[in-house]
Structures are given as structure tokens and as C-alpha cells.
């Protein structure tokens, strides 16, 4: 499926490894009953990731999130909003590696991906072939600045007022 | 009242350009119809039987006659003359055109208002006390908070994708009249028994719908500057944990009632005691910047009680019956909250003409510092009216229709749109109401029967309140006929209680006549002074159900 961040689609440098099959390559992305094992057996240079449904809670993985680079969380459903809360989690908890979103998300909500902490997408083809890349782009652009302190990188509404009220403009 | 400043501002507008842009990307098809569904509805954007609905947020039912005029144009211009108020203080449209609604959106950002959350899975438009600001009870003002609550909730990034969809009511008072314990989330602006310092108490799980429940008490007391934090750690466990399995199973009361109030309660501390409020919170500057618009308007300095009001009662009978029934005691000396019925007799629930609106807009000028409220009793509040003036305000409401006598009356009934205009409707509801209102027309006797709250929904999702009416009327759907099940009891205050079933489904020409055995045998059992909810406690259901199930003819003798 292709692969999606905020400067547009590309190549994808991760290799899913099925269960038993050997975890060869520079970066794998594993199931979390494979990882423990994976994380013993890797060699040097190798990254590692996991590849999570949306039901996995926060304690499940934090043994592993200084030692992993790639939290990848599947969206059943783009209605099924549960991986939010779980990116947002892992981002609490420290998590600095990369974390991805896999499944029919769609572009209209690439901005509340990027809030809670989600670097890129991977989506079906025919969510590609119908959104393309402006519409991504786009729907980043789409808003100046939004009400979450700690959402996102830019300052938040509350957070401009503030700067504002201190006369040092609306610096973002 | 809060203005949108720069910010908020550049915000609604771009959610306009949003929008039309969403509309564009589904029709040369980047959006299929599933995609787009729920990206309309939280923008307000219902399909219906007949037509589009739009539903326009009224954030915590305050509106300025600015914005009621806007809605009177817009009224006039998309729609055919007239809106509807609904049970949480938002107006709908029921005829728009999909192509005319980014060119209404617009207009509505000219007033600073919108059509965000109004609809869809997601935190909707935050609802509180018709009276804040004016009534007496007050700890305080609950606007500021629910206005914090609107900013904070607006496209959080977080909770857009919910399992269901998800309100909050505040209160500032201790008499509930914001139906907080019906509501996913319940806050009461409290005074800390010890200390006096003001914070929250927070109900969480109350709802109506397929299952009705009470709020649960979740927090006796929330510092003020706990509660985002403490709001998002409560989503969070609902986001994660809520059903998403069955829509019917989804609300956050079912996770409440299936894991228990315990249960819930220690996992949202725990997820709180990981967060930094501080960080989270409004900035106090922040916090008393929102206060500031909300601070009381510039009020005159009047004696309690107005002698020209007291020679205007005496020499106009129906001006004194309408003061007593549909004014409020205010906070400030010599002023009073004003209820603008939107239930003439025989009329629809909640709907306003344009001409109306503006009627009303310009009485809040003349009267009540340019200030409106939308009452979940799908009426409108002028909330700061000097008594003095009382009279010229009710002349004006006589010649726009607007002057019913009837505020918390037998005719001041509650109704969802239901099968005249609902897509998800199984019966009609609004004539049930019209013809109960036809049926008790006489002032004489509403006043004699005194308060008792009809509630009718036309379907189970209980649009119209119907658990919590001291009457409530649930229209479904039996072979093809519509039935109609009564129900006893129920109440949105303080006192929240779930009405119970009082016999099996009856036609809608049977209910006149079921409501007028339900009255009869109050009017024979209460005691002096006795409410209807009152002497529903007391007695219990028995005697009226006794009276429901009894044949017209003999429920006289019956009652006696």
C-alpha cells in the first residue's frame, strides 16, 4: 500500500516480516508476539517495528519503545478512531521514534493524524488513486492554528492569544 | 456574551472553505458517500425524508438579535420563512438546498456562528442554563466554563472519531435546569464545602435514547483548572474503551454501566494522574479574558419590585396571567428573565417565523441588552428585562404571536420533528402535541393544573426528552399503525428520574383522552400546593396508571 507523509508519497524502507519467516533486511516490521524475540535476535544496525491493531493498550508496549523506531497502528475502519488516543499515548510516554498509520484513513483527516502524533499513512491504492497528494497537502494546510495546547507543532489558538496579550506578535 | 475574536474568527472561516471544499471532492468523487457522510454531519449537514437539514450550533443557547436576524434572513432566503429550535438549544433548518449550505455557512460566519459538531460522532455543541447569568441560585455564570468547553472540544484531534456521539451540559446553580444528569457529561459549578472555593462536580453516562440512564456522580469536586485535563483524560478512556461493536451499545453510559461507575472512575484518574493539567488548562489570563464577556450587563439600580408593574397586572388580566407564568426570578433587583413561548395553541414546537425572530431581536434590543436564550424547552429567554418594562415587552410579543401564557404549563409541551420531517422517525410526534395543546387550550385550566412537562419523541433515539417528562409520549411503530406508550414520572432536574411505563401502546386519537385521565387523577389525589411531579412521587405510579388503563367513560368516577 502506498506510503504517505507531509511532504508526499514515498518508497517505504520498511519490510513486513511474517511470523517464521527470517528477519533479515535493515528494517523490519514485526507483530508485538514476534518482537520480543526480534529485539534479541537483531543485529547490529537493524531497526525494528511493530505492527499493532488499534485494541493494544499503552502498557503492552512500553517495555519496547526505546528500542524500536516505528509504531505502526491499523485503522479498521477510517470512522474507528481508537489509534488517536493510542498515538497521543505513545507520544505521553516518551515514544520518539516514527509512528504510522495503516489502513483507510483518508485525507480529511490528516491533520487530526499529525496532531496526535502520526508521521505517516499508509493507505490502500484506491484511497491514493482518489485522494492524491495536493489533497494531503491541503488538508494540512487547511488550518491556521487550532484550540489544543500540546497538539501539533504550531502554537495553538490559546497559545497566540497569549503571545499576543504579551505584545510579542503571533509568532508561531 | 463572548465575540469571536481574530482567532476564532479565521477558524469558522476556515472550516467554510473547508467545507465547500468537501462538497466539491464528492461530487468529482475524491470522497465516496461513505467518506463524506460523517464529514457532513459535523458540519450539521443531515439527510431527511423530504429534503436537507441544517443544524446550526447556538453555543450554550446565547444568542445576540444580531445573529437571531441572521437567522431570520437566512430563514427567509434558503428556507421557506421560518427555523426550529430544538431540545438542545440549536435552530434547524429543515428545507436547505446541499448547493445553497457553503453560501449559508458563510453567512453565518458574518455572526460568528456555525454549524460545527452540531452532528456525528463527536463532542457536539456544549449546552447549559437558559437562566445563566440571571438566576438567582447561581454560584456562578456556567458559560464561561461551557464556552471553554466549546473551544477546547472544537475539532480536538483526539475526539472526532468517537464511538458515538457525545454532550455536555453545564450548570451553575444547584436547581438543575440543564438536564445535566440526561447528558454523556454533567457539570455543576459547585463551592467547595470546606474551603469555598469554586470547582466542579461531574456526572458522567446519563443519556436517553434506546436506553435511558442517569448520571453517575464521577467527581465531587474538580479544581476549575483540572477540568480540560480531567475532561480529556475521561475521553481518552471512552475513545479506547467505548463500544464499537453496536451503535446502539456505543454511548459512554453503556461503558459506565457495564464496567461500573468504580471501575470507570479509577481508570480516568489514573489517566489524569499521568497528564500535567497546567499544560492542558487555559492560561488564567485566558480563562478571565472568556469571564470578562460574560460579566453581568450594565444593569440599572432598581428597587426590588415595580409599581408600574403592579398597576400594569391589575389593570390588564392576560398581561398578569402571562407575568405569572412565563417570567423568572432575576438575581439583580428590579429585573427578570422573560420565557418567549414558542407553544401557541395548536402550534409546532420550537418554530419561529423570520418576521418572528426579528420581533423578538428587537424586543431584546428595546428590553433585554440585545440578548437571547434558547431554552431546551425549545423556547426563547429574554433574560434581563426591567419589570418596569414588562408590559410594552408583552405588547410587542401579543402582535408577533409570541405572547402564550403557558412557560412550564400542560401546553408548553416538548416535541422532536418526528415522521413530519425525520428520516430515523417510526411516528409523528407534532401532532400529538397540537392536538394535547388544542385539547388543554384553556388558560383557566392549564393554570389550574399547573406545572407538568409533556416530552414526545417520535422515535426510540428520544429526541423530545420523553424519559424525563413528567409525562413522556414514545411514538413507534406496530404493524404498519402508529402506537403510542406513555410514561410516567420522569424528570430532568436535580432530581433526575426515568419515567415508567404506564400500560400498553394506545393510538394517537387516544392519547387527548389518556392525558386528561393522567390530570384528573392528580387533580383529585394532590395536596395543597402539590405539583404534578410532586404528587407523582408521593403516590407512586399505581393511581395513575389505574387512571390510564380505566375507559374514558368511567375515569370521571374513577378520579372522583
Not at chain 2, 434572513?73 to 438549544?89: M, S
Not at chain 2, 500535567?276 to 489570563?285: L, Q
Not at chain 2, 410579543?397 to 413530519?420: F, H, W
Amino acid at each position: 500500500m502506498p506510503l504517505l507523509d507531509a511532504d508526499g508519497f514515498r518508497a517505504d524502507p520498511w519490510q513486513r516480516i511474517a511470523p517464521g519467516e527470517p528477519v533479515t533486511g535493515e528494517a523490519v516490521l514485526v507483530g508485538l508476539a514476534e518482537l520480543p524475540a526480534v529485539i534479541a535476535g537483531r543485529s547490529n544496525t537493524q531497526r525494528i517495528g511493530v505492527e499493532v491493531v488499534n485494541t493494544v493498550r499503552l502498557p503492552e508496549l512500553s517495555p519496547f519503545l526505546g528500542q524500536i523506531d516505528l509504531v505502526a497502528i491499523a485503522f479498521p475502519a477510517f470512522a474507528d478512531g481508537r489509534a488517536f488516543s493510542l498515538a497521543r499515548q505513545l507520544r505521553e510516554a516518551g515514544f520518539k521514534g516514527a509512528v504510522r498509520a495503516v489502513g483507510p484513513v483518508i485525507a480529511d483527516q490528516f491533520t487530526h493524524l499529525v496532531a496526535c502524533g502520526f508521521d505517516e499513512v499508509e493507505v490502500p491504492d484506491a484511497i491514493a488513486a482518489r485522494q492524491p497528494e495536493d489533497q494531503w497537502r491541503a488538508a494540512l494546510a487547511s488550518y491556521g492554528a487550532t484550540y489544543q495546547t500540546g497538539y501539533g507543532a504550531g502554537a495553538s489558538i490559546l497559545e497566540r492569544r497569549r503571545a499576543l496579550r504579551a505584545g510579542q506578535g503571533t509568532a508561531s | 456574551m463572548y465575540r469571536y475574536d481574530q482567532f476564532d474568527e479565521a477558524f469558522v472561516r476556515e472550516r467554510v472553505a473547508q467545507f465547500r471544499g468537501q462538497v466539491a471532492r464528492r461530487i468529482d468523487g475524491s470522497l465516496t458517500e461513505d467518506e463524506f457522510k460523517p464529514l457532513r454531519l459535523k458540519n450539521g449537514v443531515y439527510l431527511q425524508l423530504h429534503a436537507y437539514m441544517l443544524r446550526i450550533a447556538i453555543p450554550y443557547g446565547t444568542l445576540s438579535s444580531a445573529q437571531l436576524r441572521q437567522l431570520a434572513l437566512i430563514g427567509e432566503r434558503y428556507d421557506r420563512g421560518y427555523g426550529h429550535f430544538t431540545t438542545r438549544q440549536n435552530l434547524q433548518f429543515n428545507w436547505p438546498k446541499l448547493r445553497d449550505i457553503p453560501d449559508i455557512l458563510d453567512l453565518l460566519a458574518d455572526v460568528g456562528m456555525h454549524c460545527i459538531q452540531t452532528s456525528g460522532n463527536c463532542i457536539r455543541n456544549t449546552t447549559a442554563d437558559h437562566f445563566s447569568g440571571a438566576a438567582a441560585d447561581e454560584v456562578e455564570d456556567p458559560r464561561a466554563t461551557a464556552e471553554l468547553i466549546r473551544q477546547w472540544s472544537t475539532m480536538h484531534p483526539e475526539f472526532d472519531y468517537l464511538p458515538r456521539k457525545f454532550k455536555i451540559a453545564v450548570t451553575g446553580a444547584p436547581r438543575d435546569r440543564a438536564a445535566i444528569r440526561a447528558h454523556d457529561i454533567g457539570i455543576q459549578v459547585v463551592r467547595h464545602p470546606v474551603s469555598g472555593e469554586v470547582g466542579y462536580r461531574l456526572f458522567v453516562g446519563g443519556g436517553l435514547g434506546r436506553t435511558p440512564m442517569i448520571g453517575k456522580l464521577v467527581r465531587d469536586f474538580l479544581p476549575k483548572a483540572h477540568l480540560l485535563a480531567y475532561l480529556q483524560s475521561l475521553m481518552r478512556v471512552y475513545n479506547l474503551e467505548g463500544r464499537r461493536d453496536n451503535k446502539y451499545k456505543a454511548r459512554v453510559k453503556i461503558l459506565v454501566h457495564e464496567i461500573g461507575i468504580e471501575e470507570f472512575r479509577g481508570r480516568v484518574e489514573a489517566e489524569f494522574a499521568a497528564l500535567d493539567p497546567a499544560a492542558i488548562a487555559a492560561d488564567p489570563e485566558e480563562v478571565a479574558r472568556i469571564e470578562a464577556y460574560f460579566a453581568p450587563p450594565a444593569f440599572v439600580k432598581l428597587p426590588e419590585t415595580s409599581q408600574r408593574l403592579a398597576a400594569d397586572r391589575a389593570r390588564y388580566a392576560a398581561f398578569d396571567r402571562w407575568v405569572e407564568t412565563n417570567t423568572f426570578p432575576h438575581r439583580q433587583p428590579g429585573y427578570t428573565a422573560v420565557t418567549v413561548s414558542l407553544k401557541p395553541v395548536g402550534g409546532v414546537p420550537g418554530d419561529a417565523t423570520s418576521d418572528q425572530m426579528r420581533t423578538v431581536a428587537d424586543l431584546a434590543d428595546a428590553h433585554s441588552f440585545g440578548e437571547i436564550r434558547v431554552s431546551h424547552h425549545q423556547n426563547l429567554i429574554l433574560p434581563h428585562v426591567r419589570q418596569d418594562e414588562l408590559y410594552a415587552l408583552w405588547t410587542g410579543l401579543v402582535g408577533a404571536g409570541l405572547a402564550e401564557a403557558n412557560a412550564g404549563l400542560i401546553t408548553d409541551i416538548i416535541a422532536c420533528p418526528g415522521l413530519d420531517y425525520c428520516a430515523l422517525a417510526t411516528a409523528r410526534s407534532i401532532p400529538i402535541a397540537q392536538a394535547i395543546s388544542r385539547r388543554f387550550a384553556s388558560p383557566e385550566r392549564q393554570r389550574e393544573i399547573g406545572e407538568l412537562g409533556i416530552k414526545i419523541s417520535g422515535c426510540i433515539n428520544a429526541c423530545g426528552h420523553h424519559h424525563v417528562g413528567h409525562i413522556g409520549i414514545l411514538g413507534l411503530e406496530k404493524s404498519g399503525q402508529e402506537s403510542y406508550q406513555v410514561t410516567l414520572g420522569g424528570d430532568a432536574t436535580e432530581n433526575a428520574a426515568i419515567g415508567q411505563l404506564l400500560g400498553p401502546g394506545i393510538t394517537a386519537t387516544e392519547v387527548p383522552d389518556a392525558i386528561e385521565r393522567l390530570v384528573a387523577v392528580y387533580l383529585a389525589r394532590r395536596q395543597d400546593g402539590e405539583t404534578f411531579a410532586e404528587a407523582v412521587r408521593r403516590l407512586g405510579i399505581e393511581p395513575f396508571k389505574a387512571g390510564f388503563l380505566a375507559a374514558p367513560a368511567e375515569s370521571a368516577h374513577a378520579a372522583a
